[in-house]
């Protein structure tokens, strides 16, 4: 089985920067794209960004492109989410999702099937 745990979320003003990890463990080729996605009560979770673990390759959601960066550390099992010049409504839950196979990176959540609890991100004006 696959897993994964997100941590590093938190408040902060707009304009500020936070950095979120996701420690993944498990059988590798069922985690070889992973995946950021949010969600704000009432709306539906929604793609931030995604990466395949071989490459390196990257996919961004307009609404983040060229203020969040996703990156991986191999050795250590753990994607990051680099998150620069936050806006209020930035503010959600943010989880990691794996999976293994397919197109990837992806941005299509229903693609994923191994998800963590979430992390809290809150961006205050």
């Known amino acids: 089985q696959v897993h994964v745990v997100e941590s590093g979320g938190g408040s902060v003003q707009a304009g500020g920067s936070l950095r979120l990890s996701c420690a993944a463990s498990g059988r590798m080729w069922s985690r070889d794209c992973m995946g950021w996605f949010r969600q704000t009560a009432g709306k539906e979770r929604e793609p931030v960004a995604s990466i395949r673990t071989s490459d390196g390759g990257t996919i961004y959601s307009n609404s983040v492109k060229g203020r969040f960066t996703i990156s991986q550390d191999n050795a250590k099992n753990t994607f990051y989410l680099q998150m620069n010049s936050l806006k209020p409504e930035d503010t959600a839950m943010y989880y990691c999702?794996?999976?293994?196979?397919?197109?990837?990176?992806?941005?299509?959540?229903?693609?994923?099937?191994?998800w963590g609890q979430g992390t809290q991100v809150t961006v205050s004006s």
């Open positions: 999702a794996a999976k293994g196979g397919g197109v990837c990176p992806s941005l299509t959540r229903f693609d994923y099937r191994t």
